[in-house]
């Protein structure tokens, strides 16, 4: 198994600011993901981190506004840019191994824009 | 349209009682099936992952089963406990490289003394 730790846990930012969220995984992983929940809703995969390249985004994400690093396999970061509030939402961060294995994720970033 | 559709979309029970959740997706070609609960204010836990030649499988108070033919699945919580109350999402993924999951909108369970 993995553990996996997210931070911040929390946070309320102003509109226009950037916040970095940082992804930490205790053991080396061959994927990461970050995903993106609203409210009773199901998880929006936001883009797969590629380490030592770009990340790949889903249709709807760019990197401009959802900048993301993974310098090393046990690590990522998600960076929400010029916020809004409709940024508002929690992040999460997910790790895999190889296929048909468990997909393990952190335990979110709620994020509040006012 | 969500590629995975669950039901109900809640529901109440009480402290003791059996309860199932469904799942029906549409995902193909279908690489394996899983199961997560999610507590309020927490990231999703791992229950249970199906591949397509696996029907059951369980964890504890939890059974998962697969029917690959009609493409759903169940959860059953057998015995709840006030701690089963959260969100039971199911997640399937297409694919070879199995990579890119489809998640449910979920099942929000409150379990009541």
């Known amino acids: 198994s993995a553990v996996i730790s997210q931070k911040p846990s929390r946070d309320i930012c102003q509109r226009g600011t950037s916040l970095t969220i940082q992804c930490q995984v205790d053991?080396?992983?061959?994927?990461m993901f970050w995903y993106r929940q609203q409210p009773g809703q199901s998880l929006t995969l936001i883009a797969t981190?590629?380490?030592?390249?770009?990340?790949?985004?889903e249709s709807g994400f760019v990197i401009d506004k959802f900048p993301i690093s993974r310098p090393n396999l046990t690590f990522s970061t998600l960076t929400v840019s010029n916020m809004s509030p409709e940024d508002s939402s929690i992040y999460l961060c997910?790790?895999?191994?190889?296929?048909?294995?468990?997909?393990?994720f952190g335990q979110g970033t709620r994020l509040t824009v006012v | 349209k969500n590629q995975v559709e669950q039901s109900p979309q809640s529901l109440i029970i009480l402290e003791g009682k059996n309860c199932t959740l469904q799942?029906?997706?549409?995902?193909?070609?279908?690489?394996?099936l899983r199961w997560y609960k999610q507590d309020t204010g927490r990231g999703p836990v791992s229950l249970t992952i199906?591949?397509?030649?696996?029907n059951t499988k369980s964890n504890g108070r939890y059974t998962a089963t697969l029917d690959a033919d009609t493409k759903q699945s169940s959860l059953h919580i057998t015995a709840s406990q006030l701690s089963d109350s959260a969100s039971y999402i199911c997640?399937?993924?297409?694919?070879?490289?199995?990579?890119?999951?489809?998640f449910g909108a979920g099942t929000t369970v409150t379990v009541r003394a």
């Open positions: 199906m591949t397509f030649s696996e």
């Open positions: 981190a590629n380490q030592g390249s770009e990340a790949t985004y």
């Open positions: 053991s080396q992983v061959t994927m």
């Open positions: 799942c029906n997706y549409t995902v193909s070609p279908f690489s394996n």
């Open positions: 997910s790790a895999r191994g190889q296929v048909n294995t468990e997909a393990f």
């Open positions: 997640v399937v993924s297409a694919g070879s490289n199995d990579y890119k999951l489809s």
